[in-house]
């Protein structure tokens, strides 16, 4: 039996034919508690599902799903290190990174916790040398400027967590320029390249795979560059100027990096899960060590509370199966990210990774082909920003769209009054988006009267995240709860969120156009792909007259 | 004259002792802690040569005396405190205002910054002649007895008569080799003392950069300078480059003249300036790792000269610091010799095993793989090179004050590098 044809899905689908009518407006005039009753809060995080499209009844039954699908057991698998990611068949132990160093975690007779921590240890030891300013580049200065180049995983992750974290630091740390590269067209790092200097940058190349031809061929650029500016041998800059990252010691060495400058993870951290693992060595130049080790601390409360709590308030749980809800039960396909703090800018492209390509997928873990929908279309931008781009839609095109608005309820309270008042503002326009959304112009008295296309109609859903204030340990722990929700997301649609299989032909695929882009008479492609490479081909040897 | 004064540091003993000198009964005045203990065991006299024999003999004929925060009868109070200590001086201050109702002398040698001395005079009745008088401090660490017995210039800042004859009075002995005594506000002179300070320290940071350049194009630093030099508008002091300079008075000096640029919105040229010098600082460590390309791995590496400069066992902000924490830093075995800032360095490096204090300069380049030359004392400048060639694992010079002569080194066998040549 699939699970759409399952009794907690049948009952479902029955209560959402009689919920579906109802409006938000009306949702909220019948009852005055629905945050009392919507609202949960756990490590740091108070999630408000009350303008979504739910009662009383549809959160039990969903709960009933969740319990039908056998969630408390499948979380039990997570931690525990049993095989979830089926078609490579290993587990997906990323909460096992922000584990306590004291608590062993047995993995085939090895206790990986070990292993993780001396990993950390040695992340933080390369880390201090760089704050100490004794890492030394081939010319004996100090390094000043650090360039993380990786692709996916191994960027999204440090990147929006250096940009969300970048008031943390410490006194003692120099102040290390960090920057982000990870564009397969090098267009990033030729203008980066122009703009530093050569004998005091270190690259950290992080690669999982270590074979990833979009950082490879940044990392070779960078090498390039390096030798000649230093007129050294390519060996000695490999030593010198690059720490590698990587699951594949033997193909890091390979490139050049020696073993004392490789840090290491592991094939059972996914890429999109890996920026606890020394994949978040930017993130602990940038706030320190210590830092680190908080933002470590507020994912690990958020996995204790997924762990432990009753599905019934918690947090990742409930997000997951509200998000269940309205894609399974009220066709909603669209999911927009709206941080209201400009630190968080870059967290819609992360969840995007985290969401689409763990659960992007149409196999169950069977292997048979679903017919339910899965993951829905997700993207998002800066919300105050976003008001000035694509709102218009949310308020009054056709789509149905579910959002998520989070914001920090305190900013700036170490600030003057100024800033203090723009976080208000922010505020202000978070709740009044969120709240129009949803109970569109009845918010008005006399909206009846305005013309059409004046109107609002509401009824659009979305779930409030606050934060108590923005720190290490409250990013930690909202990342951790976006993790555990689409894992319980993927465990309802009986689906694998660890593989990525439909990342993989592409490359194959552009490995033999590199061929025929090259040699363009040789072309045996369709005649669409033919004809684009013949333009590009003409264009070259107008280039060339 | 009966003399106070205040403070606990340099500035403050070579002050007391040199009054005591010239015949003042001088009581000083320190904080508790320093008054217990033996005058030996207080650093800044220690590092001074000259100081701490002279303020014993002081003492032993009853002119110089150490005391505790209590009252006198003295009308003559001399302030040398440390730069932030601007609240204690004001304490001072309004205890004398009530304690000497009129004809009070204070003159202020503090480097507060410019406006202090006028804010200290406002606590008093100048109506009653009480008056305090700036006098820069122009110490130079190692030279400080002589600096402040025969100076070549003073400067009194203040606009008062009586306490500008006064002070006249009292420096009196000390005019014998005087070129030029400079009457100006207290508010101007102290603008000027840090104006002096940072000229020089871009003296020093230009010529460094230019050696550093030189380093690149094939020309020799010192016959640059030496051209430089011979132009009057230029003149040759302070035209040595090297590998940075040190010092507490002069890097603080600078530091704080700095930030008064800052503060008033300005990009400060000393500010590039100071942070170069650091750079500077490391230049010795980078010309090694440059040679051994990269890498120092089991090297034993020689330093000669820890104290900031010549003269003196001080080795605040001192160039050795940053060049043997590089070494460290990188495994390297590190055996530094210093004719008097050795126990000064024992004490910056408690439990670090790879260091080794040597007596002996031929101590510390024994099985060496360099010797890095840091701080230029006279018994460095003409070593038996027989001895280093023999004793040193690899014949290579590293010279941070351009000391010796290059073709000479060469001739026995050394591989010389030099600041700019």
């Known amino acids: 039996m699939t699970i759409d044809q399952s009794p907690a899905w049948l009952a479902l689908k029955r209560h959402a034919d009689e919920v579906r009518d109802t409006h938000l407006k009306d949702m909220f005039a019948e009852d005055a508690h629905r945050f009392e009753k919507f609202s949960f809060s756990a490590a740091h995080c108070l999630a408000d599902f009350a303008k979504q499209r739910i009662t009383n009844d549809t959160l039990q039954q969903l709960i009933k799903l969740a319990e039908q699908q056998e969630l408390p057991q499948k979380i039990e698998a997570l931690f525990t290190g049993e095989l979830v990611n089926t078609s490579e068949n290993r587990p997906a132990l990323h909460t096992a990174l922000r584990q306590p160093k004291e608590t062993p975690l047995i993995l085939q007779g090895v206790d990986i916790s070990e292993e993780i921590h001396s990993s950390l240890e040695q992340m933080e030891a390369l880390v201090e040398q760089i704050h100490n300013g004794q890492w030394r580049g081939y010319d004996g200065s100090p390094i000043k400027t650090v360039v993380n180049i990786g692709v996916g995983g191994s960027d999204l992750g440090p990147l929006m967590t250096c940009r969300a974290l970048n008031l943390f630091t410490t006194d003692e740390i120099r102040d290390i320029e960090l920057h982000f590269v990870s564009s397969m067209d090098g267009s990033q790092l030729a203008r980066l390249l122009n703009q530093i200097d050569p004998a005091s940058t270190l690259f950290i190349v992080s690669s999982k795979s270590f074979s990833t031809i979009d950082t490879l061929a940044n990392s070779n650029t960078a090498r390039e560059w390096l030798v000649n500016a230093s007129g050294l041998p390519v060996e000695l800059i490999s030593q010198h100027h690059f720490i590698g990252v990587t699951a594949s010691p033997a193909k890091a060495s390979e490139w050049g990096i020696p073993e004392k400058n490789q840090l290491h993870f592991w094939d059972w951290t996914g890429g999109r899960y890996s920026m606890w693992s020394a994949i978040g060595m930017a993130i602990a130049l940038q706030t320190g060590n210590a830092n680190f080790r908080r933002l470590l601390a507020g994912a690990h409360d958020m996995d204790t509370h997924f762990r432990s709590a009753p599905l019934t308030e918690n947090l990742p749980v409930l997000l997951a199966m509200v998000g269940i809800w309205n894609i399974n039960f009220l066709n909603i396909h669209a999911h927009a990210i709206l941080p209201y703090d400009g630190r968080l800018q870059h967290l819609p492209a992360y969840l995007e990774q985290l969401e689409m390509e763990s659960n992007g997928k149409s196999v169950t873990l069977k292997g048979e082909k679903l017919n339910y929908a899965t993951c829905p279309i997700l993207w998002g931008e800066l919300g105050p920003n976003a008001q000035h781009a694509f709102y218009q839609l949310l308020h009054q095109g056709t789509e149905s769209v579910m959002c998520d608005f989070i914001a920090p309820a305190l900013r700036y309270q170490e600030h003057g009054d100024e800033l203090k008042a723009q976080h208000q503002l922010a505020l202000a326009n978070c709740l009044a988006q969120s709240r129009l959304l949803a109970l569109g112009d009845s918010v008005l008295e006399d909206a009846v009267n305005a013309p059409s296309h004046k109107r609002y109609r509401g009824n659009q859903p979305s779930t409030t995240i606050m934060i108590d204030e923005l720190t290490p340990e409250s990013f930690g722990a909202l990342i951790a709860m976006y993790e555990h929700k689409v894992y319980v997301q993927s465990v309802i649609w009986e689906i694998n969120p660890f593989d990525q299989w439909g990342v993989e032909l592409g490359k194959q695929v552009a490995t033999s156009l590199l061929d025929q882009l090259a040699n363009p008479s040789a072309a045996t492609t369709d005649s669409s792909t033919a004809g684009l490479i013949r333009f590009v081909q003409q264009q070259r040897q107008e280039d060339k007259s | ?421």
């Open chain 2, 1 to 421: 004259m009966k003399v106070k004064v205040y403070g606990a540091d340099l500035t403050a003993w070579v002050a007391a002792a040199s009054l005591a000198k010239a015949g003042n009964d001088v009581l000083i005045e320190g904080p508790e802690t320093q008054l217990k203990k033996p005058l030996q065991d207080i650093s800044a006299l220690r590092d001074e040569p000259g100081l701490l024999d002279q303020i014993q003999l002081q003492m032993e004929v009853g002119r110089l005396k150490r005391t505790g925060a209590e009252e006198c009868e003295t009308d003559i109070h001399w302030l040398a405190l440390e730069h932030n200590e601007f609240q204690g001086a004001q304490q001072i201050i309004r205890g004398l205002e009530q304690a000497v109702p009129q004809n009070l002398l204070i003159i202020n040698q503090c480097n507060f910054g410019v406006g202090a001395t006028e804010q200290l005079q406002s606590i008093l009745n100048e109506d009653a002649n009480q008056v305090v008088v700036y006098i820069p401090n122009n110490l130079q660490e190692g030279k400080a007895l002589q600096g402040f017995s025969q100076p070549k210039r003073i400067t009194i800042g203040s606009d008062n008569n009586w306490a500008i004859t006064m002070t006249r009075s009292l420096i009196r002995p000390f005019l014998q080799n005087i070129e030029h005594l400079l009457l100006m506000s207290s508010r101007e002179a102290e603008f000027t003392k840090l104006a002096i300070t940072g000229m020089l320290a871009i003296r020093i940071g230009y010529i460094n950069e230019l050696a550093n350049l030189a380093d690149q194009m094939d020309v020799d630093i010192d016959t640059i300078r030496e051209g430089m030099g011979a132009d009057p508008r230029i003149g040759s002091h302070y035209l040595a480059p090297g590998c940075g300079f040190g010092g507490q008075n002069f890097n603080q000096n600078i530091a704080r003249f700095s930030d008064i640029f800052e503060k008033r919105g300005q990009n400060s040229l000393l500010k590039t300036v100071i942070s170069e010098n650091e750079t500077q600082k490391e230049l010795l460590f980078k010309k090694l790792w440059q040679h051994y390309q990269c890498d120092l791995t089991n090297k034993t590496i020689a330093v000669w000269g820890a104290s900031f400069k010549p003269g003196t066992a001080s080795i605040d902000n001192a160039p050795s610091l940053k060049i043997i924490d590089a070494l460290l830093a990188q495994g390297v075995t590190v055996k530094v010799h210093d004719p008097e800032a050795l126990s000064n360095l024992q004490k910056y490096y408690t439990d670090e095993p790879s260091i080794h204090f040597c007596n002996n300069p031929y101590d510390a380049i024994t099985a060496a793989d360099a010797l890095l030359v840091v701080t230029e004392w006279p018994e460095y400048w003409s070593p038996d090179y027989e001895k280093l060639l023999q004793e040193m694992r690899m014949p290579l010079i590293i010279d941070g004050r351009n000391i010796f002569d290059r073709e000479a080194l060469e001739m026995y066998g050394f591989t010389y590098i030099g600041v700019g040549r």
